[in-house]
C-alpha cells in the first residue's frame, strides 16, 4: 500500500514554498500526496479593491493553485476560505475541524505543515491546528509531522528560532518547485525579496551546502513514530 502525505498549508502558495521539492521526490518513490489549503491568500493586501476585484483575485488564485499542484503529481487539492491573515478571527475549533475532516478522508501517515513560531499569525494557528487534529491516540494514522520554512515569514520573525533537523536532497526535484512556483505569477516578488525564484533556489542552494548537497529542503521534526 502506497505511504500517503498531507501537506497542510495556510495560503495559496505556501505549499510550494515549504516542501515541493520534498514531496515531488516522494511522488517519483511512490508516495501519494495531498494538499489543504486553508485560507484565500491575498485578499486581505488590498482592502480597498472592490468586490468583483477581490472575487477575480481568489479565481485567479484557485486556477494557479491547481496548476502549480499537478505539476508535481498532487492527486487531490482541498481549498477552504478562511480570511487572509485573520484566522485569528476564528475559532480554533473551525479550522481544526476542517484538518480533521480532510485527514478522515485521506489517511496520511506524513503531514507536512508550517512551523510553529513564522511571523504569520495564520501559519501559527494553522500548525496549533494541526497539532491538535493529530493527536497522538493509539489508532492515529499520522505518524510523522514536519514543520517547513517560508520564505519571508519563517526567516523575518525575530528572534530566529527555525532549527531544522531533517533535510531532504532535492537536486533532482528544484526545477519542478521552480515551475510550480512561476505558476504562483500573483504571488511572485522581484529579486531580493525572499519569495522570488532567486530566492528560492539560493535558499535550496544555502540548506544544501549546510548538509554537502547541491539543493535541499529542510524540516523541523514536530513527530516521528517509527
Given at each position: 500500500?502506497k505511504?500517503?502525505?498531507?501537506i497542510?498549508?495556510?495560503?495559496?502558495?505556501d505549499e510550494?514554498?515549504?516542501?515541493?521539492g520534498?514531496?515531488?521526490?516522494?511522488i517519483?518513490e511512490?508516495y501519494e500526496?495531498?494538499?489543504?489549503?486553508?485560507g484565500?491568500?491575498?485578499t486581505s493586501?488590498d482592502?480597498?479593491r472592490v468586490?468583483?476585484?477581490r472575487?477575480?483575485?481568489?479565481e485567479l488564485l484557485n486556477?494557479?493553485i491547481l496548476k502549480a499542484?499537478?505539476?508535481?503529481?498532487i492527486?487531490?487539492?482541498?481549498?477552504?476560505?478562511f480570511?487572509?491573515?485573520?484566522?485569528d478571527s476564528?475559532?480554533?475549533?473551525?479550522?481544526?475541524?476542517?484538518?480533521?475532516?480532510v485527514k478522515?478522508e485521506v489517511?496520511?501517515d506524513i503531514i507536512f505543515?508550517h512551523y510553529?513560531h513564522?511571523?504569520n499569525i495564520?501559519h501559527q494557528?494553522?500548525?496549533?491546528?494541526?497539532?491538535?487534529?493529530?493527536?497522538?491516540?493509539?489508532d492515529?494514522?499520522?505518524?510523522?509531522?514536519?514543520?517547513?520554512e517560508i520564505?519571508?515569514?519563517?526567516?523575518?520573525?525575530?528572534?530566529?528560532?527555525f532549527?531544522?533537523?531533517?533535510y531532504?536532497?532535492i537536486s533532482?526535484?528544484?526545477?519542478?518547485?521552480?515551475?510550480?512556483?512561476k505558476?504562483y505569477?500573483?504571488e511572485l516578488?522581484?529579486?531580493?525579496?525572499?519569495r522570488?525564484?532567486e530566492?528560492?533556489k539560493?535558499?535550496?542552494?544555502?540548506?544544501g551546502?549546510?548538509?554537502?548537497?547541491k539543493y535541499?529542503?529542510a524540516?523541523?521534526?514536530?513527530?516521528?513514530?517509527?
Open positions: 500500500m505511504k500517503k502525505i498531507l497542510v498549508a495556510a495560503h495559496p502558495d510550494v514554498l515549504g516542501c515541493f520534498t514531496v515531488a521526490r516522494l517519483k511512490g500526496a495531498y494538499t489543504l489549503i486553508l484565500e491568500g491575498k493586501r482592502e480597498e468586490v468583483e476585484s472575487q477575480d483575485d481568489i486556477s494557479e499542484n499537478n505539476v508535481i503529481g492527486k487531490k487539492v482541498f481549498v477552504e476560505s480570511a487572509d491573515n485573520r484566522f476564528v475559532d480554533l475549533l473551525d479550522i481544526i475541524k476542517v484538518i480533521s475532516k478522515e489517511n496520511p505543515t510553529e513564522d511571523l495564520d494557528i494553522t500548525y496549533k491546528a494541526v497539532i491538535t487534529a493529530t493527536r497522538p491516540m493509539e492515529e494514522c499520522v505518524k510523522e509531522i514536519y514543520s517547513f520564505l519571508s515569514s519563517t526567516e523575518w520573525n525575530y528572534p530566529l528560532s532549527s531544522a533537523d531533517t531532504f536532497d533532482d526535484t528544484i526545477d519542478l518547485k521552480v515551475e510550480a512556483m505558476i505569477d500573483s516578488c522581484e529579486y531580493p525579496h525572499p522570488s525564484l530566492g528560492i539560493l535558499n535550496a542552494k544555502y540548506q551546502m549546510r548538509v554537502g548537497k535541499v529542503e524540516f523541523k521534526t514536530i513527530r516521528a513514530i517509527k
